[in-house]
């Protein structure tokens, strides 16, 4: 599981990067489907693992600023740099001993929900991988190359 953290910290961080060449104006222009637009995407990305791990497992009290707070893309990298800082320790100091351990969620209804902490570290990564699917899409709409999605090569596997 640690090594599909590492895959998509490395894809967040190229498609930061890749963000770089292209004007604020593109990352905020409405797309076609999931959030719409790059930038909140990115945003979105970064809260959503924060809120899961830090907020939900760990049952720390955080605090997740509105996006509106963050619009700039030097903002959300400060952002995800931060959130970053606080996740990662949790993630490197997994062990098989928490899989079966249990969060209580509060939905947007009100309603209480149980997951386990392997659930939930699990969705967080397909979460961001969805993600970083549209965000390809639209960088093929733009007339730009993505940022690979590949897992190998990445040096995350030595020989």
């Known amino acids: 599981m640690l090594k599909l953290f590492e895959y998509n910290w490395q894809v967040r961080k190229d498609w930061f990067a890749w963000c770089d060449t292209v004007n604020e104006e593109e990352l905020m222009k409405r797309r076609t489907g999931g959030i719409g637009y790059i930038l909140p995407t990115l945003y979105h990305i970064v809260a959503v ?10 049952g720390k009290d955080i605090k997740i600023p509105p996006f509106e707070e963050l619009t700039s893309l030097q903002q959300i990298k400060d952002f995800s740099d931060r959130c970053h ?17 249990i969060m209580i969620d509060i939905t947007d209804e009100g309603e209480q929900e149980a997951h386990k902490y392997g659930e ?13 699917g549209q965000l ?17 090569g990445r040096g995350l596997f030595p020989i």
């Not at 693992?49 to 760990?58: A, L, N, P, T, V």
């Not at 993630?91 to 899989?99: A, K, P, Q």
């Not at 993505?146 to 897992?151: E, G, I, M, Q």
């Open 49 to 58: 693992e924060y809120g899961w791990i830090c907020g939900g497992i760990q």
């Open 85 to 101: 800082t606080e996740v990662a320790p949790f993630i490197y100091d997994w062990n098989d001993s928490l899989e079966d351990l």
């Open 120 to 132: 939930v570290l699990r969705h967080v990564i397909a979460h961001e991988i969805h993600h970083i």
């Open 136 to 152: 390809s899409v639209w960088s093929r709409e733009m007339g730009k190359k993505p940022v690979t999605a590949n897992l190998i």
